[in-house]
């Protein structure tokens, strides 16, 4: 960012915080957060969870989870919360951090299985699931809080009339209806506490960022290592999906025998989620056997240069 928030605005109130909710695809075998902590174990880190993004409040819910945990796992950030669950639903991811105003639908119909809340206390719209510090994890405490800011140089005077108005307005059975519906918790504090929380959170925040992460969740250390190229003449011929059997086995997939890379191994590369760095994998090999083209010279050309 080109400002800093703690400098350049003037915090006015804290609006309202939403607990974020640990969420599985019904294929795993976890009904608890310590049976799910055992099962990522078992995966030798190679157990995925999504989020909505890189420094999304979901993803940084997800690195204090791995890291009190002391687990070793593979990030797959998402460009929003919505793609990211549909894969959630679809099984192409295990597991997922997301607010409960997001995920609460697909978990009340069974979609998705709510593990544990990052609240302090259990969310009335799921009042069955436990949060993680009742099962076991205290320190996994998290909110995507909504605060009310203003520039920095504003006068106190308009401030504290700001909120006094926000205030009054965010009373209102309507509005408190709608946070009750979407699981959010009101808070409602005064400038010099709202202040205080947003210096507290960039600390609390800034410690898990600068953890350092475990090797495997760099997908690409994952991959097979590239292969010797296959001759120009190989393949010649045969299927255009591999030269040989053995070939394909080698990871010359469809298209490098001919020097092309058909439209469905282009289309993975456009895959979002983890797979994409093996889709990336896929097409470098191709780019790097591809023989580049000879122009022939033509008779015409050869007695035209004669003259």
Same mark, same amino acid.
């Given at each position: 960012m080109t400002y800093d928030p703690q400098k350049d605005l003037?915090?006015?109130?804290?609006?309202?915080? #939403?607990?974020?909710?640990?969420?599985?695809?019904?294929? #795993?075998?976890?009904? &608890?957060?310590?049976?799910?902590?055992?099962?990522?174990?078992?995966?030798?880190?190679? %157990?995925?969870?999504? *989020?909505?993004?890189?420094g999304t409040p979901q993803h940084m819910t997800g690195e204090l989870f791995r890291t009190t945990a002391k687990l070793d796992m593979i990030h797959v950030p998402?460009?929003?919360? %919505?793609?990211?669950?549909?894969?959630? #639903?679809?099984?192409h991811v295990p597991m997922m951090f997301d607010t409960t105003i997001a995920i609460i639908p697909q978990i009340k119909a069974g979609k998705v299985r709510a593990i544990a809340v990052s609240g302090v206390k259990r969310s009335p719209q799921l009042p069955d699931v436990p949060t993680f510090a009742e099962s076991g994890l205290p320190a996994v405490e998290s909110y995507g809080w909504y605060g009310f800011f203003a520039p920095a140089k504003t006068p106190k005077d308009v401030v504290a009339k700001i909120n006094e108005a926000t205030l009054a307005f965010m009373k209102t059975p309507d509005f408190q209806r709608v946070l009750n519906d979407t699981g959010s918790d009101f808070v409602g504090d005064t400038p010099d506490?709202?202040?205080?929380?947003?210096?507290?959170? *960039?600390?609390?925040?800034?410690?898990?960022?600068?953890?350092p992460a475990p090797s495997s969740t760099d997908t690409r250390s994952r991959l097979p290592p590239r292969r010797r190229p296959l001759p120009p003449c190989a393949g010649r011929g045969r299927s255009r999906a591999a030269a040989s059997p053995a070939a394909a *086995?080698?990871?010359?997939?469809?298209?490098? %025998?001919?020097?092309?890379?058909?439209?469905?191994?282009?289309?993975?590369?456009?895959?979002?989620?983890?797979? &994409?760095?093996?889709?990336?994998?896929?097409?470098?090999?191709?780019?790097?056997?591809?023989?580049?083209?000879?122009?022939?010279?033509?008779?015409?050309?050869t007695a035209r240069s004669s003259r």
């Open positions: 003037a915090p006015i109130t804290n609006l309202l915080r #939403v607990p974020l909710v640990l969420a599985v695809h019904p294929s #795993v075998p976890a009904k &608890n957060l310590q049976e799910l902590i055992a099962y990522i174990k078992a995966q030798d880190g190679k %157990a995925q969870w999504a *989020s909505a993004g890189n998402y460009k929003g919360s %919505a793609p990211a669950i549909t894969d959630l #639903v679809g099984g506490n709202f202040a205080a929380f947003v210096k507290s959170e *960039s600390a609390k925040w800034a410690k898990v960022a600068k953890k *086995s080698r990871g010359h997939g469809l298209g490098v %025998a001919t020097g092309r890379m058909p439209a469905r191994a282009a289309a993975r590369t456009q895959y979002h989620g983890a797979r &994409n760095e093996v889709a990336w994998h896929v097409a470098a090999t191709a780019r790097d056997v591809r023989q580049p083209r000879r122009r022939r010279r033509g008779p015409w050309l």
